[in-house]
């Protein structure tokens, strides 16, 4: 084969015939805050000598000396005051004084739901050191970490929620006033709050309120009506001379020391609550503008869709953020759609490729001379390769390492990466462009914002509802699509028990029933059970039914037995025969279950047929309101039936006409509720054991681009074609696309961008392909089939891509299957064989053809005659 200019490249391409809304405010003020300069703001007291974590993080709450403490108990009318909220009675509590109750954030048990910024100003005042020692400590370590006015406590709370919008100079009023307090060893003071709130909008509060001023808001006065109109040391003087008893040395200093936290941490937290004001004026504002822009998008996509334009796609996975923090490799499994650059195929098109990976001259040179290829793969001749660097760019933003601990989607990482913002808005000047995310998150529409360009997808709060398990239920009921037998919003284990018994009497055929996580990803949410073969009622139900009829049946007291029979097996049933997906999340029914009523869930009948399928099929609702199918696929399953590891592109389980009809139901009714952009739909077809008729299932909704439609992408690319409509019923069109393949010579694959090895890692991808090629492993340019493999990044280099493409499905399924058993083989010692799901696919992939593709193999490298009659 001709020089390609890289060793990557140069090992692997073979000539002809050598082949065979608030969480996100919550998490992004979270973020900023630890981003602040804590003591620039005033947050640290300058006597504080402590290093803070770098920013940006989130300030965590520094352990408290564990002191013994004797609490007063309260006085019957002190609780009544606390729990009476509806008269927002302020308590503040000096040191020595410390009121403890159900009420109290102190006390043992109490737990409160508690805002992310009160929880955020209390962490921020336990970073504060304790004071300086003197020569006598301090006797009362009370002192030295509470608040005096409790923050959390649900009269504050009620206050701060009827007077929100002077809430800022409430809080400004009440440091000073509690100082006062402090500097005059006043033990206890009520406040009222209408007073309060009276005084601080008639004050217009700036500074210090006079003495005379921070009285008037007292319930108590009487008490506290001996402090003179001087302060600070004189005053304290002043009570001595009256006969006050003596304070312990080092008080005056611990006092002003107190005062000073306490003060700086009302400052600090009235601060942060106006940061968290700006954040959610910023979101909306952002909303607004993903709004107009849409609008703008859809009045001009026929002429955008057709003319110059940059297309910025950011492969991000913005799930919540309890569901990123359970995705291993974050960063990887952001970067598996790496065929979205082929979207160049278009000569009218640019790519702006965002990647969460740092990668490698080398590997970046790699994707170079593979795009190059679009020439070549036109021609049949490798000397026509082209330089299109300038077409598409990979861009890495700067802050992919800033947060390690955080599993921050690519989408925020990019916001906070200020270099790589200002590189995009200079390469977008004077451009027509438009943004394609993944699974759609608040900080894509920052970004779009900032940039100044459309998004091409649905509003995150949109695609988080009818994302869920429950939510794409209601998507296809309103469809009007065959769905299995199942229930939704299930949230509690009363509700489960109750669907799921109900279920099992309606559907006795149905032997495995499924429960799914509303939120959660790719399978690792979803556990099954085989009920009737562990239920001991269900040969007697079977016999009642049988005995009764199917009219009688349906309204005798049998089958209202029956249901009671199964209610009552049901919950011992569960917990011993129960299988998670997932069992290193969820090791055990009662930890799953805990997830699935946490979120929600579904319940979901499996088909009963020795046959079943799953299939995938991509689809675009473009701003225009058209719905487009795009491509379609049936998946492989090296990991179990209920989790996809690939698949074979085009899918051939369902009729095209059939398939088309039930995708074009379920894009109106997502169309209908504001989804836009990219979406795929998982089927399940089967055949019935009873009719021997096909059955199709519409059993997944997910609102993003999938892996599946970049491996289309690549084939495309690849093959300069279009998949033929006749074959799929799914067109992947592109405009630009000159040449179809012949319907005599048509092309199909099989595509994976989850295979891993652990042995991977120690192989150069420059001495994997090289072994590659010398068993014949490419891809062939004049035919254009062959072998390409997706890599991802060449740190770990523990995960790849391959898509194999050829002219019937069966021997492309073979090929793969033969890749994976050749470069396991090179790669793995006899005595370690790695981690790796090779085998896994490799046995899929037989169950699929009915052969044992290894056996073929072996049989091909020893004896090529007997294989060759065998062809014949």
């Known amino acids: 084969m001709q020089n390609l200019g890289l060793p990557l490249l140069n090992s692997f391409f073979i000539a002809k015939n050598s082949f065979s809304f608030q969480a996100g405010i919550a998490q992004e003020f979270h973020l900023l805050v630890g981003a602040l300069s ?25 352990p408290s000396p564990q002191f ?8 019957p009318g002190e609780y009544r005051a606390l729990r009476t909220t509806s008269s927002c009675t302020l308590r503040v509590y000096l040191p020595g004084k410390e009121l403890c109750d159900e009420h109290s954030p102190n006390s043992a048990g109490h737990k409160t739901q508690e805002d992310p910024v009160l929880q955020l100003a209390s962490s921020v005042a336990l970073l504060f050191p304790q004071p300086p020692q003197t020569a ?38 009440l440091a000073p006033t509690e100082k006062l307090l402090k500097d005059h060893s006043v033990p206890l003071a009520t406040i009222n709050s209408q007073r309060l709130t009276q005084t601080t909008s008639d004050l217009d509060f700036r500074e210090n309120p006079p003495q005379s001023d921070a009285l008037s808001v007292l319930k108590n006065q009487s008490a506290v009506e001996r402090i003179p109109s001087r302060g600070g040391s004189a005053g304290a003087a002043a009570g001595r001379q009256r006969g006050a008893p003596s304070p312990v040395p080092g008080w005056g200093q611990q006092q002003h020391w107190a005062a000073g936290v306490i003060s700086s941490s009302w400052r600090s937290w009235n601060h942060l609550a106006g940061l968290r004001n700006a954040l959610r004026e910023a979101r909306r504002r952002h909303l607004e503008n993903f709004y107009s822009r849409a609008k703008h998008l859809a009045a001009n996509w026929n002429r955008i869709r057709t003319s110059r334009r940059t297309i910025i796609h950011i492969p991000s996975l913005g799930y919540s953020q309890h569901i990123r923090e359970h995705i291993p490799d974050l960063a990887l499994q952001q970067n598996l759609q790496m065929g979205r650059l082929c979207d160049i195929l278009d000569a009218n098109v640019d790519v702006i490729y965002i990647c969460p990976l740092a990668l490698s001259e080398e590997l970046l040179q790699y994707y170079n001379k593979l795009l190059g290829l679009q020439a070549a793969v036109r021609s049949g001749n490798p000397e026509d390769m082209a330089d299109l660097q300038d077409r598409f760019k990979i861009l890495t933003p700067e802050a992919i390492n800033s947060f390690p601990e955080h599993h921050m989607c690519l989408a925020t990482v990019l916001k906070y990466s200020p270099r790589t913002m200002q590189r995009l808005q200079v390469l977008l000047q004077g451009r027509d462009a438009y943004m394609v995310g993944g699974v759609p998150h608040l900080d894509d529409l920052a970004v779009a914002d900032q940039l100044q360009v459309p998004l091409l997808g649905s509003e995150p709060a949109v695609a988080q509802l009818y994302s869920t398990k429950s939510g794409s239920k209601r998507i296809f009921a309103s469809a009007g699509v065959p769905t299995p037998p199942g229930e939704w919003d299930i949230h509690s284990r009363e509700q489960l028990l109750r669907a799921l018994s109900q279920l099992v009497l309606d559907n006795l055929e149905v032997q495995r029933w499924l429960f799914k996580v509303d939120d959660e990803r790719a399978g690792d949410g979803t556990a099954f059970c085989d009920v009737t073969s562990h239920l001991e009622c269900y040969p007697w139900i079977q016999r009642e039914q049988q005995g009764h009829g199917p009219e009688v049946w349906s309204e005798s007291q049998a089958r209202e037995l029956a249901l009671v029979k199964i209610s009552q097996e049901l919950p011992g049933l569960l917990a011993q025969h129960v299988q998670p997906v997932n069992e290193k999340r969820f090791p055990t029914w009662e930890k799953f279950l805990q997830t699935f009523l946490t979120q929600g869930g579904v319940i979901e009948a499996f088909p009963s047929s020795g046959s079943v399928t799953n299939l995938t099929v991509d689809l675009l609702i473009e701003p225009t309101g058209e719905v487009t199918l795009l491509a379609s696929g049936d998946q492989l399953h090296a990991e179990g039936p209920l989790r996809s590891s690939g698949t074979t592109i085009p899918q051939r389980s369902v009729d095209p006409e059939a398939l088309q009809a039930l995708c074009l139901k379920v894009g109106e009714a997502c169309k209908s509720r504001g989804v836009l952009g990219y979406f795929s739909v998982d089927f399940v077809a089967f055949t019935h054991p009873q009719t021997g008729e096909q059955q199709v299932w519409a059993t997944d909704l997910d609102l993003c681009y999938s892996d599946q439609l970049a491996l289309s992408q690549l084939l495309v690319y690849l093959t300069d074609g279009n998949v033929d409509r006749g074959s799929t019923g799914v067109t992947m069109s592109h405009p630009g696309c000159s040449l179809q393949p012949a319907p005599s010579s048509p092309r199909c694959a099989v595509a994976s961008s989850q295979l891993r090895h652990s042995s991977l890692s120690g192989i150069s991808y420059n001495l994997l392909l090289h072994v590659c090629k010398a068993h014949g492993i490419g891809f062939d340019l004049q035919e254009k089939q062959g072998t390409i493999f997706v890599l991802y990044e060449d740190k770990k280099r523990h995960s790849l891509g391959m898509i194999t493409i050829g002219e019937d499905l069966q021997g492309v399924l073979l090929t793969f299957a033969r890749n994976l058993f050749i470069i396991h083989q090179e790669i793995s010692a006899p005595n370690m064989q790695g981690e790796t799901n090779f085998k896994m696919a490799i046995r899929d992939i037989e169950a699929i053809l009915g052969v044992t593709a290894e056996n073929k193999l072996r049989l091909e490298e020893e004896q090529p005659w007997e294989a060759d009659a065998l062809k014949e």
């Open 136 to 173: 006598q400590p301090f006797q009362d370590p009370c002192l030295d970490w509470d608040i005096a006015v409790h923050q959390k406590a649900p009269s504050v709370l009620a206050l701060q929620h009827l007077h929100h919008s002077s809430w800022g100079s409430i809080v400004g009023f």
């Open 38 to 62: 804590l003591t620039g703001q005033r947050l640290i007291l300058p006597a504080a000598q402590r290093a803070l974590p770098a920013p940006p993080a989130v300030p965590r709450a520094a």
């Open 68 to 75: 013994p403490r004797q609490h007063k108990k309260a006085a």
